[in-house]
Every structure is written in structure tokens, then in C-alpha cells.
């Protein structure tokens, strides 16, 4: 069974730094794009950054040039290195796996809290 575990979440200081990791298994880590999602009270969940099977990421506008994503297929696992955090930064974080090839399938982890406040 696929199963996505989130971890590294916690309460930080406007500012500050934090890394986020989802480790996965039961997934061919080579055939799908991986991403972070978060979702804020009373706010629709929003990606935040994805990475292609190659290692290409893309960045919602919000966190372009402040959080960095990237990906080791070797160890299933995926990480958020998010710095120059913000109060509006501050959500439930989501890791969410797509496989690119047929059948195509959609896991999510069961997310991870972070609070950005001083």
C-alpha cells in the first residue's frame, strides 16, 4: 500500500527556517512528480512547489525564491527547504505524489503542521 509520512513541521519565528520531509513507499518513485501542498484555515489547499521526474521544480509566485523543493529517488523521499518564513506561510502542509505514467494515481500524505508566528 502507498503511504506518504510528512514530518519536520513545528512553530517558528517570522524569519526563520524550516525543512520539510515526506518519505514514501509503495510508489515507483522514478515515474512520478512529487509536490507540496498546504491549506490555511478558511482557504481552498494550493500547491506550493512540485519537481518532475527529472528534477525540474515549479513555485507558486507566494513562495518563488524563498522555498526551494528537490527530491532523492534513492531514498523515496522528498523535501521543502522553506527560509524567510512569513506569517501567511503558516498552514497545514501536504505531500502529494502523481504517478506519470498509466494508470495514473494520486496519493497524499496526511500533512504537517506550520506555524510561522512570533
Known amino acids: 500500500q502507498v503511504q506518504l509520512v510528512e514530518s519536520g513541521g513545528g512553530l517558528v519565528q517570522p524569519g526563520g527556517s524550516l525543512r520539510l520531509s515526506c518519505v514514501a513507499s509503495?510508489?515507483?518513485?522514478?515515474?512520478?512528480?512529487m509536490g507540496w501542498y498546504r491549506q490555511a484555515p478558511g482557504k481552498q489547499r494550493e500547491l506550493v512547489a512540485s519537481i518532475t521526474t527529472s528534477g525540474s521544480p515549479n513555485y507558486a509566485e507566494s513562495v518563488q525564491g524563498r522555498f526551494t523543493i528537490s527530491r532523492d529517488n534513492a531514498k523515496n523521499t522528498v523535501y521543502l527547504q522553506m527560509n524567510s518564513l512569513k506569517a501567511e506561510d503558516t498552514a497545514v502542509y501536504y505531500c502529494n505524489s502523481v504517478r506519470s505514467l498509466w494508470p495514473k494515481r494520486e496519493y497524499w500524505g496526511q500533512g504537517t503542521q506550520v506555524t510561522v508566528s512570533s
Open positions: 509503495g510508489i515507483i518513485s522514478s515515474i512520478s512528480v
